[in-house]
Antibody, heavy 125, light 107 residues
Framework: EVRLVESGGGLVQPGGSLRLSCEAS????????MNWVRQAPGKGLEWILY????????YYADSVKGRFTFSRDNAKNSLYLQMNSLRDEDTAVYYC??????????????????WGQGTSVTVSS | DIQMTQSPSSLSASVGDRVTITCRAR??????LNWYQQKPGEAPKLLIY???TLQSGVPSRFSGSGSGTDFTLTISSLQPEDFATYYC?????????FGQGTRLEIK
């Protein structure tokens, strides 16, 4: 079964840090570019990060650039999202998501077909 | 960033109805338009990619069309499980952007 499982969410104070993980199974992880998409409570979807298969190309949304760092470990079939300088507006459910096709060079060009269950991040004092 | 605008924002319909949701891009995005369905408490599900290609396992009552700046998602005969929120998303340029969503409710 193709699966993505996120972990690491929780409650953090403004200015704090959090590290999210996403573990993949059931497919050749190293062949797929990956993304993080978030959804604030009651709001729509926002793409925030893309990482290529090798990890050498990363795209960030302006809203997280300079604060969030994205990496992957293909040997462990895992993604890591280091979130620093968190703000109230970062409160959201964070989903890791797989690009539809292998070896894509741009995020969500043909959409994402596999999503994790989401992990909730709350930034509040 | 390319702004995506969906209409309507919400829609009430009955089982068996034909429903159309529109998505408009601020600039041309060729055919790089994808549609998702999201139910409460669940992750989104990819329905259609590249404007009109049905994702594997998606019922044929869903269809997509359009090009350039104007796109539509059509559900030919609504089923109870189709009541959800639908999002369009452009993959033409970085950053990829989503429409604000269309909430489809039971009349």
């Amino acid at each position: 079964e193709v699966r993505l499982v996120e972990s690491g969410g929780g409650l953090v104070q403004p200015g704090g840090s959090l590290r999210l993980s996403c573990e993949a199974s059931g497919f050749t992880f190293s062949s797929y570019s990956m993304n993080w998409v978030r959804q604030a409570p009651g709001k729509g979807l926002e793409w925030i990060l893309y990482i290529s298969t090798s990890g050498t190309t990363i795209y960030y949304a302006d809203s997280v650039k300079g604060r969030f760092t994205f990496s992957r470990d293909n040997a462990k079939n895992s993604l890591y999202l280091q979130m620093n300088s968190l703000r109230d507006e970062d409160t959201a459910v964070y989903y890791c998501a797989r690009d539809l096709f292998e070896f894509t060079r741009a995020p969500l060009q043909n959409g994402v077909d596999v999503w994790g269950q989401g992990t909730s991040v709350t930034v509040s004092s | 960033d390319i702004q995506m605008t969906q209409s309507p924002s919400s829609l009430s319909a009955s089982v068996g109805d034909r429903v159309t949701i529109t998505c408009r891009a601020r600039q041309s995005i060729s055919n790089e338009l994808n549609w998702y369905q999201q139910k409460p408490g669940e992750a989104p599900k990819l329905l259609i990619y590249a404007t009109s290609t049905l994702q594997s396992g998606v019922p044929s009552r869903f269809s997509g069309s359009g090009s350039g700046t104007d796109f539509t998602l059509t559900i030919s005969s609504l089923q109870p499980e189709d009541f959800a929120t639908y999002y369009c998303q452009q993959g033409y340029s970085i950053p990829p952007t989503f429409g604000q969503g269309t909430r489809l409710e039971i009349k």
